[in-house]
Structure formats: structure tokens, C-alpha cells
């Protein structure tokens, strides 16, 4: 299947002009879901935007077609204060350039977790902006449930990490337009406790963050049937590709968020609190 924009019935593309091919909408709206990651419906609320493909610039002048006009083109909108702030203010305010680091480090996150389950996109022609150009294979195999939605794991506090690290966490996630997850187990982004490197390092009341995707992703990568592995890989995909971009993203929406990599074991993304420049005063 292409993202050929298709002559029949669909679904009104982002300009008013060509329609999106219905099932490749849908085939990227699942993927998405399963990721974990709200999506834009109508364009309304933050999220991933689906919809049709501006011609580039420079295809406009040259006389020349754009070979993706007119295809599905994804985007990522933060949440609702970060928008109307950045409307306000000029391109050079810290809030407007907090408002093009979430469009593009999502962007990039897209473009990395998209081919995880089989669809092929390339950079758009806007900042943050990801056209998909084709499904180049199967979707990852899952079912509608799934046991791992009853299973509660440990919530922030209960693991240690500090309330007002909580609350910066959950104030810079909403201005981004991210979801936070309840707990360990939960998808969005994950506070987990953030041991000590070396005998200096005092970590009190900080949290690693990190990402889960949907229950049902989850639930199938961790199965024992045939369809595993696929959903394993996609699994890894999101988790890697949304952990690179969370850092980024609430760093830029006033999270005190600075990586730690340490010999031997695993990276750590420190949330240590609010930052004392943030784009928006709470």
C-alpha cells in the first residue's frame, strides 16, 4: 500500500485540498496509539496532526512536481497553553522557541518509531513535519486487551522521587502535550527511582524517566507466541525513540532535565525539578 492520495471518500488533508488515503490514516492512527501517543483528531488537542502534504518550496518554483504532494503528513501539536503562548509572542521569545524544539525533537521521534511498525517516512517539508511514504510491511500483531492493563506498578512517590520534581514533571509534560503515566507500569512518560552512580552521587528525590507505549504493545511484546518478536522490536523502537525525545522536549517546556551516562549500566534522564528559566512562568 502507497499513501497515494486516494480519489474515493477520505479524510480532508490539513490544506483543504487532496484527501488522505482512509486506510493509511487508519494504518498510521494504530501505530500511534500503540505507541502510546495521543492523536490530534480534527486537528483539535495536542497530539500527532494527520493530514495531507504541502508541496516543498522548492518544487513550487522550479516548475518541477513534488512527488509527495498531497500525501499523509504527520505533525506533532503541543498542548494548548504552549500554542496560544507562542502565538503571542515573536520568533526569537524563548516560549516560540520552546514551542519549535517540541515540534521537532516529535518530529524525529516519529521518523524514528514509525518503521517499527512497517511504515516508511521520510523529513517534511516544515520543521517537526514527517511525510509517509509507503507501508513496507506488516504491522506488529496485537490484540484488543491485555492482562498488563491490570497490573499497577509502583507510583512516583512511592518509589522516592520528590513531589516537586512530580509537578515539574507533569507541568512541562503539558505544556508539550504528553501524557504521564500513573505509574511504572503505565504508558506515557514513567518516573522511576534514580539510583546512585558512585558514592558522591546523591540522587534524593530525583527520577530516571522513561516511556511505555500502549498496554496492548506491551502485552504482546512480552508474550511467548510467534508475533513476539515484531512487537518486541516495535516495542524497543518507541521506548528508545520517545526516551531521545522527552529530554529534549521538557527540557524545553521548563524541566531541569540533564542526562546521566554512566560505565556499565544503563543512561539515566535525571529530572531534578523545575528549570530556573522556564518558557512560561507557572
Not at 494504530?30 to 516543498?56: T, Y
Not at 530525583?206 to 515484531?230: C, F, I, V
Amino acid at each position: 500500500m502507497t499513501a497515494a492520495a486516494s480519489s474515493g471518500a477520505g479524510r480532508d488533508g490539513r490544506d483543504g485540498g487532496a484527501r488522505i488515503d482512509p486506510l493509511l490514516a487508519d494504518r498510521v492512527t494504530e501505530a500511534l496509539l500503540l505507541a502510546g501517543l495521543p492523536v490530534a483528531h480534527g486537528g483539535h488537542g495536542p497530539g500527532v496532526r494527520l493530514g495531507s502534504a504541502r508541496p516543498s518550496d522548492d518544487s513550487g518554483d522550479s516548475g518541477e512536481s513534488d512527488d509527495f504532494a498531497g500525501l499523509l503528513v504527520l505533525h506533532w501539536k503541543p498542548g494548548p497553553r504552549l500554542v496560544a503562548a507562542a502565538a503571542m509572542e515573536g520568533p526569537e521569545d524563548p516560549v516560540a522557541s520552546a514551542r519549535r524544539v517540541v515540534t521537532a525533537s516529535m518530529g524525529n521521534a516519529l521518523a524514528e518509531l514509525l518503521p517499527g511498525f512497517g511504515i516508511e517516512v521520510v523529513p517534511g517539508s516544515a520543521g517537526g513535519e514527517v511525510r509517509v511514504v509507503r507501508v513496507s510491511g506488516p504491522a506488529p500483531a496485537v490484540g484488543s486487551g491485555g492482562l498488563a492493563a491490570a497490573t499497577v506498578g509502583a507510583r512516583p512517590q512511592e518509589s522516592g522521587v520528590g513531589a516537586d520534581v512530580v509537578a515539574a514533571v507533569r507541568r512541562a509534560a503539558a505544556l508539550a502535550g504528553l501524557p504521564v503515566a500513573d505509574h511504572l507500569s503505565a504508558p506515557g512518560i514513567t518516573l522511576g527511582p534514580c539510583p546512585p552512580v558512585d558514592d558522591g552521587d546523591d540522587t534524593t528525590g530525583l527520577a530516571d524517566l522513561g516511556w511505555n507505549p500502549s498496554w496492548r504493545l506491551s502485552t504482546a511484546a512480552a508474550d511467548d507466541g510467534p508475533a513476539a518478536e515484531q512487537a518486541a522490536r516495535a516495542h524497543t523502537a518507541v521506548r528508545d525513540a520517545m526516551r531521545h525525545a522527552i529530554g529534549s522536549v521538557l527540557g524545553a517546556c521548563g524541566l531541569d532535565a540533564r542526562w546521566r551516562r554512566p560505565t556499565g549500566i544503563p543512561y539515566q534522564l535525571r529530572a531534578h525539578g523545575p528549570a530556573e528559566q522556564p518558557p512560561i512562568r507557572h
